[in-house]
């Protein structure tokens, strides 16, 4: 998890846009692999 500091510099240093892109981007693939992981549960404990 990126500390909010590191969020702001970023901010300045890519502008608004470009931090909103790769932030989005952060979640989906924290979301892709949560699932990843969900499915690898699933299936151990089934």
């Keep these: 998890i990126l ?6 510099e970023l901010a ?3 502008g608004e ?3 909103e892109e790769l932030f989005f981007g952060l979640i989906q693939r924290h979301d892709a692999e949560a699932m990843e ?4 549960t699933r299936t151990a404990t089934v």
């Design 17 to 19: 846009s470009d931090l």
């Design 12 to 14: 300045r240093e890519f």
């Design 37 to 40: 992981l969900g499915a690898d």
């Design 3 to 8: 500390a909010l500091g590191t969020l702001a």
